[in-house]
């Protein structure tokens, strides 16, 4: 629960029967994400003018584009490719000791 105060604020200025009144609102009407809320105000403002549509997630934080998962294809091709690179820098001596 955010209410911007720590546990011993909030009792020093309410009891621990409100208090648990409030957290079990709080299951069942969870206050805004502030997240949530600010990429609301963004997406409505940037959707006026942008030739795309946005979406509130686009200016939250912790919901940036998800990367695509890589195959295990992938994966081996660019190890692959980093093993090349290494052997071909040890071959021709660079980083080698001297």
Do not use: H
């Not at 029967?17 to 994400?33: G, K, M, V």
């Not at 686009?58 to 091709?77: I, K, T, V």
């Amino acid at each position: 629960m955010s209410l911007g105060k720590t546990v011993r604020q909030l009792l020093a200025e309410i009891d621990s029967r409100e208090l648990s009144e409030w957290l079990a609102f709080d299951r069942i009407e969870p206050l805004p994400d502030p997240y949530w809320m600010t990429g609301m105000v963004c997406s409505t403002l940037a959707n006026l003018w942008a030739k795309r549509r946005y979406q509130p997630e686009d200016f939250m934080p912790r919901a940036g584009p998800r990367r695509r998962e890589q195959s295990p294809d992938e994966g081996r091709a660019i190890l692959d490719a980093m093993m090349a690179r290494q052997r071909a820098q040890t071959n021709s001596g660079y980083g080698a000791d001297t």
